[in-house]
C-alpha cells in the first residue's frame, strides 16, 4: 500500500513495492551524492540493487503480483 501524492492510498503489487523503494534510495544516493562519504554513497547504490535484485526473485517465484493492502500492513 503507498500513498499517493495527494494523500490517497492504493494497492500495489509486491515487484512495483521493491521497484519504487529501489527508485526511491537511488533519488536518495543521487542527492546526497555530493554530500555524503564514498562508503555513504556505496551503500545507498548496493541497497538500491538489492531490492532490484529482491524484486527479479519475486517475479522469478512467480510472487511478484501478490497485491500488498492495508489489511497486510498490520
Do not use: F, P, W
Amino acid at each position: 500500500m503507498i500513498s499517493t501524492k495527494n494523500g490517497e492510498t492504493k494497492t500495489v503489487t509486491c515487484t512495483e513495492q521493491l521497484d519504487q523503494a529501489a527508485r526511491m534510495v537511488q533519488d536518495i544516493a543521487y542527492a546526497l551524492a555530493n554530500r555524503v562519504d564514498n562508503t555513504t554513497l556505496t551503500e545507498l547504490m548496493l541497497t538500491s540493487r538489492k531490492l532490484e535484485r529482491l524484486s527479479e526473485r519475486v517475479n522469478a517465484a512467480n510472487l511478484g503480483a501478490v497485491k500488498i493492502s492495508h489489511d497486510d500492513d498490520s
